[in-house]
């Protein structure tokens, strides 16, 4: 009887906190990525239009050109990661790259966008998005450190260390960044 309750409580228990009956497959055909198992806009996996962390900076590239500007590499101190800034302001789209080895080209450790962008994250929210909408949406992925992050000007869902990051004038998004804020 015990072990059938136990049992109970720890399916009741995957399926709020978006276990396996809360996921779904997803495939990055652009990368060439398999099919993985994903909770859609959970902080560690959000999507920006497209693109997504981990993604390779060659199918950056496919969907967007080349960028308009790429910056020196510098290192990460943490992570020991090259890191270029490109940057294509027609697309209000800036992505730090981990420049990798030289056969691997790199692949997406953040991205931000601002207007003119016309992207939104796997849930829509987009520039201009109101804040009381964007709170509404990501409510559910709050957590204690999320909360103590944000402030009248920011929202953050996640962590500093991979987050969704929201930035607001006037009651409504300004910018949007996804990745790592701190090392």
Known sequence: MTRTLLALAAAAALGACGGPAATAPTSNTATDTPATTTTPAAPDNERIGEL????????????????????????????GDNVSTWAWPAHGLKVDISLGDAAGGGTVLSISVEAPSTLTTSRGVGIGTP???VERIYAEFQTDESRESTDDTTFLVGSLYGGTFFW????????????????
């Open 52 to 79: 997504a962390l981990g993604d390779t900076a060659a199918s950056v590239v496919a969907r967007y050109g080349e960028p308009a500007s790429r910056s020196e590499p510098i290192e990460y101190g943490a992570t």
């Open 131 to 133: 804040r009381a909408e």
């Open 168 to 183: 607001f004038a006037d009651g409504a998004v300004t910018s949007m960044f996804v990745g790592a804020a701190a090392e």
